[in-house]
């Protein structure tokens, strides 16, 4: 049995003065036909009194959430193990299981530590695949379940879970002209949410650092648009641009050295890039018509933006340099807010395919071939971004009259909902891999 000790230093521990922030819930709005088999039977507990978290129930959960998985109900078991001794594979052959998660939750001696001991197995080969022991507080009880969660998924699928993932989203509740926007961080999931900012000014464009330590958004607490980056750990913030006029969308690049950034200092709205050592601000597109929504190809070295240059919305690229940009999208109406995937060849962007087509689709566009495959049906859909596996795509839409939170599937065959209990969610962003 491999043998690792995790003790996770969990961000929401450092916010524990934030305001807690209502929680969103994940509804499956769409799974595939034939879900992969999974048991994920309750851990047993050796120890006084019950814990506030239930570890096999949350990475069943999760499993089931991405829309590839079924997790089996409990009342279906015919047995509950907890270790190898335990397992009879039988019955979980009768049950149709093609797979098998255990495990028991202890306290560690002479100490607040709680350690979880758990085991995944091959139901038809008959055979443990692995086992870990992992070590936390009773309070990162949620983050074992969802470090176990990504093994699980990658042992099944060949690619990394990334349940283990945070997001940052905007939040807008009160009546017009008396609204109270806030910006929270939660699991991937809306779980354990917390505000990082409240204002009755309106707070925009969320952004991780490459390496998750670090987030930047516009905020409006002037009462003018200014950027602001902000240390997770610390709290501590500062304000980077004050230019005239527009100070928006702030992407850090893959390397984390610049953040690219949309300023109108000097007339229409034009992309810029800051160099985060230096303060060096370099100018990468000047035309009279408005450059937005940047984003950095993978190695840090070319800008793509959304430029209206030739009369509709059409995604462009540009490398640091200020060469005379390229563009990349023909075949739409309106094309924009790109992003590559991790592969580097494919691009995620809103597209409406056709004047006559009102809708807004998350769709996707092989840069080598050309194919574009739209993975989204409803009419507004906004602001994707990618999960750091590449595996799903979080983005903003309307539900009931309301802003909320989708996710689709980068093949389209999976899709969840997060809802907010009140007012309208907005501007989703996933994080970096924080481990």
């Known amino acids: 049995m491999n043998l690792r000790s995790l003790l996770v230093l969990v961000l929401t521990c450092v916010f524990s003065a934030s305001v807690q922030a209502a929680e969103l819930n994940i509804e499956i709005t769409r799974g595939v036909d034939n879900p992969i088999p999974v048991a994920v039977v309750p851990f047993a507990w050796e120890g006084d009194g019950a814990l506030d978290e239930d570890v096999a129930q949350i990475i069943g959960r999760n499993l089931e959430q991405v829309g590839e998985f079924r997790a089996l109900s409990r009342a279906n078991m015919l047995s509950l193990p907890s270790e190898e001794r335990e397992v009879h594979y039988r019955d979980w052959r009768i049950l149709a299981q093609q797979y098998l998660v255990i ?173 985060l050592a230096t303060d060096q601000l370099t100018q990468i597109t000047d035309h009279p018509r408005a450059e937005t929504e940047p984003a950095w190809t993978l190695d840090s070295q070319n800008v793509l933006f959304t430029s209206d240059r030739t009369g509709q919305p059409q995604i462009y690229q540009a490398d640091l340099t200020g060469g005379f940009p390229e563009r990349l999208t023909f075949d739409c109406f309106y094309c924009a807010k790109a992003q590559f995937l991790p592969d580097g060849v494919n691009m995620v962007h809103v597209r409406r395919a056709t004047r006559q087509d009102n809708s807004y689709s998350i769709a996707i566009l092989n840069m080598e071939t050309g194919r574009v495959m739209t993975l989204t049906d409803t009419a507004l859909d906004e602001s994707p971004s990618v999960a750091p596996n590449g595996s799903m795509i979080m983005y903003g839409t309307t539900y009931n009259g309301r802003g909320v939170l989708d996710a689709v599937s980068i093949d389209g065959r999976v899709k969840f909902r997060l809802p907010s209990p009140q007012g309208d969610v907005r501007e989703p962003s996933w994080s970096p891999y924080l481990n």
């Open 103 to 275: 495990g028991k939750v202890s306290r560690v001696p002479g100490g607040q530590m709680v350690q979880v001991q758990w085991e995944f197995f091959d139901i038809n080969r008959e055979q443990k695949v692995l086992g870990e022991v992992l070590t936390g507080t009773v309070s990162q009880l949620r983050d074992i379940a969802h470090e176990i969660s990504d093994v699980v998924y990658q042992e099944i699928t060949g690619s990394r879970g990334a349940f283990a993932t945070k997001i940052m989203y905007i939040s807008a509740e009160g009546a017009i002209g008396d609204m109270t926007y806030r910006l929270h961080y939660a699991d991937y999931d809306g779980r354990r949410a917390q505000v990082l900012l409240e204002s009755r000014e309106p707070i925009m464009s969320p952004a991780w650092s490459p390496d998750g330590s670090q987030i930047a958004y516009v905020s409006f607490e002037t009462n003018l648009p200014r950027i602001y980056i902000q240390d997770l750990a610390s709290g501590q913030r500062r304000q980077v641009t004050n230019f005239p006029g527009i100070n928006s969308s702030p992407v850090w690049s893959p390397d984390g050295q610049k953040l690219a950034m949309v300023l109108s200092k000097d007339g229409s709205p034009d992309v810029y890039v800051l160099d």
